[in-house]
C-alpha cells in the first residue's frame, strides 16, 4: 500500500507528521507521491482564520487527485475537530480525524497506536528532532481553537522522552521540547518541566534543547527550579512567552490569568536572572473591543519589555470560541493598521537587541539551509546566524559580523570548528562529542526537507533568514 502524508502547522503538528510517517512504514506502507497513493493524509491546522482557509484549498486540491486516481483522502488534526463542517463543504465524503494517531491508524488498516516518543518519526529536519513532552493545555483562552481539537493537558513521562534523546543522539544534536504550553508539563502526571530538564540533562554528550512556548503564569509558577537550569551550555537561553496585550481588560476578557504587571516583572527578573536571554513574545491586535486606548497599552508595553522576537496575528474569530461571539468585533481596517504599527516598533526592538550580538564569538549548532543557499546555526541564545560555510549538523565557533533585525551575519572563527574546551566538551571534529556518531546521518528514509525557521509569523518573521 502506497501512502501520502502532507503536513502544516506548529512544531508539534510537524513531528506527528513525522511520527504518522514512520508508524506507516513501520505497519507496511510505502511513500510516494499524491498521485500514486491509495491513500492521502493532509495533517491540518487551525490556529487562524487565514490559516484555515489555506487548508481548505489544499484539501480541495487533494481531494480532486484523490477522485481522479480512485484513492481515499483522509482529512487528520486539528481542522476536522475545530471546524469539521467548512471541510464536508469542499470536500464532501472524505475521512476526517482529529489529531489521534489511534484513529488515523484505524482508517488506515493498521495496528492501533498513540502519538508517544516510541513510535518512529521520519523527521522534517535531519538535524532537528522534535519531541512532543506532552499534548493539550490546562487553559480556556477565549480565542483559543487550538484546545477544542487537543483538550486538557496530557504529558509523555520523562523515562520516555530521555530513551527517545538518547537514542537520537545517534545522529542529531538539537532537541525541540514541544507541546500546546510546555509550562503545563507533569501537572497531570506529578512530574514538572524543570524536572523533564533535569533528567535530559543527566544523559552525556554535546547536544542543545530548545524549549518551546509556555504561558506566563506556569513560569511564574516553576521558575525557581527552572531557571538554575540555564547554567547548563545546552539549555538555550531562550523563551518563549506570549503575553498576547498589554491590557488588563482585554487579556482579562482573553482569561489569560495575568496582568500585564506581572508579565513585565516576569521579564525583567529573567533578564536579570539568565544574561543575555532571548524573549520572544505573541500579541493579538484587535481583540474583539479592544479600544485605541488598550491598544496603546501594548504597545507600552513592548516598548517596556523589549522581546527580541514578537508574533503578531490579527484577531480572527474562530469557531466554538467564547471570544467569537463578544460583542465589539472590530473591522479589518482597525486591525491592519494596529498590527502595521506594532510591526514597525518591532523591528526596531528586534534590531537593538541583535546589535548587541555585534562582536561576540558564539558556539552555534548548525541544522538549517537557508533561502539563498546559505547556512544558519543557532547561538547560545538561539538566535540564528548566518554563515556561507556548509556546517550542517555540527558545532562551530562564529563570530557575530552583522546585525539585522531577523537575523545574525558571522563568520567561522580562525579554529573553525568547535573542539574540546570547557565550554563545548570534548567535540571531534566533524562537530559530534567522539565517538558519538557522524554529522548528517539520518535515522529514517528519503531526503528531509528544510525546515522553515520556527518563529515566522503572519504579519513578522522575526527570524527569517535571507
Known sequence: MRLYVEGHGCSMAQAETGAIKGHALASGFHLSEAKDADFLVINTCAVKEKTEFKM????????KIASENNSRLIVFGCLPKVNPSIIDEVAPGVIMVGPDLEGLSRALGIKEERFSPLVPQVRPNANVEIMPIASGCTNFCTFCGTKLARGNIRSHSPA?????????LRDTREFWLTGQDTGAYGLDNGSSLPELLSELLSVEGEFRVRIGMMNPHHLRRIYTELVPLFRDRRLYRFLHIPVQAGSDRVLSLMRRGYTSTQFIALVSRLREDVPGITIATD????????????????????????????????????????AAAMEGQLPGSVLKERSRKLTSLCREISMRQNARMMGKTEIAFFSEVGPKGNFVGRTSNYKPIVVGENLLGKFAEVEVLAAFPTYLHGTVAASRHAHGNKDTGAVSADGFPDGQGTAGSRSCPGPAPTLPLNMRSTRMAPLFVP
Open 56 to 63: 481548505l484549498r489544499r484539501i480541495r486540491a487533494l481531494s
Open 160 to 168: 520516555q522522552l530521555r530513551a527517545r534523546l538518547e537514542s537520537s
Open 283 to 322: 500579541i493579538i491586535v484587535g481583540f474583539p473591543s479592544e479600544t485605541e486606548k488598550e491598544f496603546g497599552e501594548t504597545m507600552a508595553l513592548i516598548r517596556e519589555v523589549e522581546p527580541d522576537v514578537v508574533n503578531i496575528s490579527r484577531f480572527g474569530a474562530r469557531l466554538g470560541t467564547k
